[in-house]
């Protein structure tokens, strides 16, 4: 699967943003669904997940209440609404998506090997 993720930009402290991941081919809900960030010079951090039938969903806890994963199977698309933004989740954003990743592996990026290229989020204070 390949996939475009799409949708960041500059925004101010408290502002909003929804992160598009559009995904190629027919088997998209087959595949368990991330979101990652990296921000400068730190290690790529899960924000939020999917579970295979997006039934489930997982969040790091800096953006529990804040941020709400959403997928859309017919559209080959996920989202990430980010509400309440702080200058702290300035960051490449990216999505990931694989067909074995099981539960225990949803926050491990090392799980992914199917990556969109990213996109910024910036956040001004």
């Known amino acids: 699967v390949q996939l475009q993720a799409y949708g960041g930009g500059l925004v101010q402290a408290g502002g909003s943003l929804r992160l598009s991941c559009a995904a190629s081919g027919r088997t998209f809900s087959r595949y368990v669904m991330g979101w990652f960030r990296q921000a400068p010079g730190k290690e790529r951090e899960f924000v939020a997940g999917f579970s295979r039938s997006g039934g489930a969903t997982y969040y790091t806890e800096s953006v529990k209440g804040r941020f709400t994963i959403s997928r859309d199977n017919a559209k080959n698309t996920m989202y990430l609404q980010m509400n309440y933004l702080t200058p702290e989740d300035t960051a490449v954003y990216y999505c990931?998506?694989?067909?074995?990743?099981?539960?225990?592996?949803?926050?491990?990026?090392?799980?992914?090997?199917?990556w969109g290229q990213g996109t910024l989020v910036t956040v001004s204070s």
């Open positions: 990931a998506a694989d067909q074995n990743v099981i539960q225990s592996q949803i926050r491990d990026s090392a799980s992914y090997k199917n």
